[in-house]
């Protein structure tokens, strides 16, 4: 397979000489999977959004290999696709809509998220249909006013909930929150969210309801905050090396593009550079072009500030980032086409994707989860793992 041809932060050599290559490292999701679970009780790999762009699929089975007990995503059709795929692991969708067909997650054991009565009616209508029962994680709104269930709701969604385990459709296995300001520390807001999720958890316990998965944090309050691990920590970002907080180079990098040169051009000074001519030669200089732009993922406003590592040096983007190409500003360098560009690197001195996000006022994840389908994709497969010495089943 060719896959397994590819060595680690490179793309077989000939595809990288023609082609705009993504190179996914599952080596990386394993390592920080590894070290993320060794900080959590136990470790839900948040694969959403396609696993934040590298495959839903791959980095769900690599998490799992590597010290991830569960599976989350967004949607219950994301949820749908990795049991399709044959990816078996507990699996909790939060963020459906009331009406969406909550038979599929009755159908395709998975847990479902609850905010609100209506999705509790829901849920517990499609369990009633088919004469199952669903299991469902009470979310509460911890303070990000964004999703979960409003804290003035929450009495009335508890003793619900309570009703409709006794009527046999609706088993309560977790009650979760999300934090807002978990990345930058925020110690006083950490805290209030905290005490809010601790009280909606004493509140629900007074209603009856016996939650076994209290889940509250992300990758950032893994990284930073461990008074907030309770019994399950949501990681996604972390998986694919986006360290939230900032701190903490101990994750590696999961994408790696690379571009090969497809043009040259020897310039003098004084010459403008792309639309608008944004950018204007200092001195005579080599102008390299690359095949790829907005379209692939590069934003547009990362123009103006964007490096990319041509013959192992830094340098800069000219001129405005088009839909299907940039031109690099090569100076003495002898670049030829065919030579191949690192435009986003997992170590050394090639841009990151958090280089990227600074230039373009943006975050990775959003970079990430941008990289495009005219890339070429090549798996980096992780190494093969021994099986978990603590397997624990998901109740
Ligand atoms: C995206 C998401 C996560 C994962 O957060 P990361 O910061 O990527 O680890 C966890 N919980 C919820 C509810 C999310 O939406």
């Known amino acids: 397979m060719s896959t397994t041809l590819c060595p680690p932060g490179a793309a077989p050599v000939a595809v990288a000489r023609t082609r705009p290559v993504l190179t996914v490292r599952l080596d990386a999701v394993a390592h920080n999977t590894r070290l993320l679970a060794a900080s959590a009780r136990r470790l839900m790999a948040v694969v959403k959004a396609d696993g934040f762009g590298l495959g839903a699929v791959d980095v769900a089975r690599t998490a799992l290999d590597n010290g991830a007990q569960a599976l989350g995503v967004a949607t219950l059709a994301e949820a749908v696709e990795l049991r399709l795929a044959g990816v078996g692991a507990p699996l909790l969708s939060w963020l459906d809509a009331p009406g969406a067909d909550m038979s599929d997650a009755v159908l395709h054991g998975v847990d479902v998220a609850v905010p609100s009565a209506a999705h509790l009616d829901a849920a517990a209508w ?102 907030t691990a309770f019994d399950l920590s949501r990681v996604g970002a972390g998986l694919v090396g986006i360290d939230t907080t900032g701190r903490h180079p101990v994750l590696r990098g999961a994408a790696h593009v690379t571009a090969p040169v497809v043009q040259v051009r020897d310039v003098g000074a004084g010459i403008g550079v792309g639309y608008d001519h944004t950018y204007r030669t200092s001195a005579p200089t080599r102008l390299a072009l690359l095949p790829l732009g907005y379209a692939d993922g590069l934003p547009v406003s990362a123009s103006g500030r964007a490096e990319v590592l041509v013959h192992g040096r830094r340098r800069p983007l000219a001129g405005r980032v088009s839909m299907d190409q940039v031109v690099v500003d090569v100076g003495d360098l002898p670049v030829q086409p065919g030579d191949v560009v690192t435009v986003i690197g997992t170590d050394g001195p090639a841009p990151t994707l958090t280089d990227w996000a600074g230039w373009a006022g943006t975050l990775p994840h959003e970079l990430l989860t941008g990289l495009g389908r005219r890339l070429v994709r090549r798996v980096v497969p992780a190494p093969p793992t021994p099986p978990p010495t603590v397997p624990e089943e998901h109740p």
């Open 126 to 227: 499609a369990a009633r249909r088919l004469d199952r029962v669903v299991d469902v994680h009470l979310f509460l709104d911890c303070g990000t006013a964004r999703d979960g269930c409003p804290p003035e709701l929450w009495p009335a969604l508890c003793a619900a909930a309570r009703q409709a385990e006794r009527a046999g459709t609706v088993r309560v296995v977790g009650i979760m929150g999300h934090l807002a300001c978990a990345a930058g520390l925020d110690a006083e807001a950490n805290a209030a969210a905290t005490r809010r999720f601790v009280r909606g958890v004493e509140h629900a316990h007074a209603a009856g309801l016996r939650p076994v998965l209290r889940h509250l944090g992300a990758t950032a309050a893994v990284l930073g905050l461990p008074g």
